[in-house]
């Protein structure tokens, strides 16, 4: 007969339920923690205790118990590696090798700012590409020196709880403000006052977000207070952030009388200067180092970010190029191209991450240069995104420009007046290959402008006499189409473009994906260009294959970048040059994924090489 549990208590924290007839870790309920108002960053509170008492006396070599349970506690490695400290003037912190659950919950506002930004603001010229490397630099900054006060001071209490509640406010405030955010606004319009009202309130989120980290860094310097050496760098933090915090206000009445570009620029010099005086003391303090912080795991985490929100366009321009159901070789081989080169951006970054160092100038360096290398990815997921639909574009929009270019030439070396044969075959041949391009789309919601096409075929009917308005109706009808399949996948002409007819759109819509082709092969470049230089900052000492892969990195870096170089020709330019015939092919994306599955294929070589040849030297010296 089946026997109710019997409840056994296990420990203060948490009791068991036990069967008779079963093992006793079946199941288990759990208490909620305790929780404290304040937790201390010392990694033992007793010895603190003590030290406070006794000024001057070592401090504990042996610390084995710490009165707060809380994440970061002692465990034998740090129990190993704080034996080594001795000075009674440093104070020793724990140091939590794992990020907390609130730590990555606070991610989840960053990936949802940078979500929903991307979303409203496409690149699609120089302009919004300023204003989304400068959103994201706000954004990452901020996230950043979150992130230094937790992998350091960070510790499960009431305060911090509330502490990150605030911050999560702060992330939703960016949220708000990101719609209206964008560089270059005119003064005097709307929507150069909706800018402003968006500066104005950022500069606000700002001083907010820099007065709750310094408080938090009060909080720890409250607990440090009794150690001489803690003094001058925790204070130099809390000064910098409060300093900062005072800018960001001062900003706020500059932007009031409309300074702005000025008011800009001071902004990101704020921020570069608040991060570097931060990490140059850091790398300076040996108890505020970054050495044996989970401060690898948080980029590594954030490095995974941006290259999920890649994955998140990917699904959208999949769904976006599939809208017709037709999936050719082109469309197909673009797909996995994408697929590949993140892929391989996880690969070339994972397999080389070093997390013994960090601590040392050298590695405050690897650090902060996350930034422009995040910057790189972000561009090179969003390029790859858009131009999938280039592709998509190219794909479907051929056969109307054949019947075209076909048409255009036969024109040329037409008489006037032109043949009316001549003019209703052509007329039915180009009113065919639209209405082939509108059945590809009857099940979307978007209607053609079909009385507007066939108004310019009638047209051409009706012009025999002039080869050039005939010209220009043919054009017009290629503008529609182009237009009604821009439309159906997406694609918006930029909002800078004066569009006064069909054939303005075309030129916007190819002065848009010249943008994303520049910034999509310059980021690809550097992108690797920055591999190679976190490569080498990230480990000490270095194999020759290795230092070979950074060089080969370096060097297919420059060349995809210089890939850049080439501008995307007119629609109607006569250049048949092996670079024209390049861009007009779907090899833009497999040239990246060749490239970088080049340099992790030379990379593994080189590395599987060299420790070969060194391993036979072993060997041989081990045996003489």
Request: glycine share 6%; proline share 3%.
């Amino acid at each position: 007969m089946f026997k109710f549990p019997k409840l056994q208590k296990v420990t203060s924290i948490h009791h068991v339920l036990v069967a008779d007839d079963e093992d006793e870790t079946t199941f288990t309920i759990t208490h909620p923690k305790h929780l404290t108002w304040f937790a201390s960053p010392l990694v033992n509170e007793r010895a603190a205790a003590r030290h406070n008492r006794e000024h001057g006396e070592a401090f504990l070599k042996h610390p084995h118990s710490s009165v707060n349970e809380s994440h970061g506690s002692n465990t034998p490695e740090n129990e190993k590696e704080h034996e080594q400290y001795e000075d009674p003037e440093e104070p020793v912190l724990k140091r939590a090798h794992e990020s907390s659950t609130i730590q990555l919950f606070y991610d989840l506002f960053f990936v949802a700012n940078l979500t929903t930004f991307t979303a409203l603001h496409e690149i699609d010229d120089a302009e919004t590409l300023k204003s989304y490397i400068a959103f994201f630099a706000i954004l990452w900054f901020t996230w950043f020196q979150v992130a230094l006060f937790d992998v350091r001071f960070s510790n499960d209490s009431a305060f911090e709880r509330l502490s990150k509640a605030l911050q999560f406010g702060i992330m939703t405030g960016f949220a708000i403000v990101g719609p209206n955010f964008q560089l270059g606004a005119e003064d005097g319009t709307a929507e150069g006052k909706a800018t402003f009202q968006a500066y104005q309130t950022l500069s606000l989120i700002l001083m907010a977000s820099r007065l709750i980290l310094a408080c938090q860094y009060g909080a720890a310097y409250v607990w440090l207070v009794n150690y001489k050496k803690a003094h001058v760098p925790l204070l130099a933090h809390i000064g910098t952030l409060f300093v900062a915090a005072m800018i960001y206000l001062g900003l706020f009445f500059s932007f009031r009388n409309n300074i702005g570009e000025t008011g800009l620029i001071a902004w990101f010099i704020t921020i570069g200067f608040e991060a570097i005086v931060i990490l140059l003391v850091s790398g300076r303090t040996k108890f505020l180092s970054f050495r044996k912080t989970a401060i690898v795991e948080r980029l590594g985490l954030l490095t995974l970010i941006i290259l999920g929100e890649g994955i998140i366009g990917l699904c959208n321009s999949v769904s976006k190029v599939g809208s017709d159901g037709v999936f050719t070789s082109d469309i197909i081989g673009m797909i996995i191209s994408s697929v590949a080169i993140i892929y391989f951006i996880w690969m070339l970054y994972f397999d080389q991450e070093e997390t013994n160092h960090v601590g040392t100038l050298r590695q405050m360096a690897w650090t902060i240069l996350h930034f422009p290398f995040h910057v790189t990815v972000l561009l090179v997921v969003e390029g790859l995104n858009r131009l999938s639909v280039w592709v998509k574009l190219l794909d479907t929009i051929t056969p109307l420009a054949l019947v075209f270019e076909n048409f255009e030439n036969a024109l040329a070396n037409s008489t006037i007046p032109v043949s009316e044969d001549f003019l209703k075959e052509s007329v039915k041949s180009l009113n065919e290959t639209i209405n082939q391009l509108i059945e590809k789309f009857e099940l979307l919601n978007v209607d053609a402008d079909t009385a507007s096409i066939n108004l310019y075929l009638n047209d051409m009917l009706n012009s025999t006499s002039n080869i050039s308005t005939i010209a220009d109706d043919a054009s017009q009808v290629l503008g529609l189409g182009f237009s009604y399949v821009c439309e159906n996948l997406g694609v918006d002409a930029p909002e800078s473009a004066v569009i006064e007819a069909p054939t303005d759109q075309v030129f916007a819509i190819f002065g848009l994906f010249s943008t994303v082709y520049i910034y999509f092969f310059s980021a690809a470049g550097l992108c690797l260009i920055f591999l190679a230089v976190l490569f080498w900052l990230g480990k000490r000492r270095k194999l020759r294959g290795e230092i070979l892969s950074i060089g080969v990195r370096i060097a297919v870096g420059v060349g995809l970048s210089l890939l850049a170089l080439m501008d995307l020709p007119s629609l109607y330019a006569d250049d048949n040059s092996a670079i024209s015939t390049y861009l007009y092919t779907p090899w833009l994306l497999p040239t990246v994924v060749i490239c970088y599955g080049v340099v992790i294929l030379v990379d593994n070589l080189l590395i599987n090489y060299v420790r070969k040849v060194i391993t036979k030297k072993r060997m041989r010296s081990e045996s003489v």
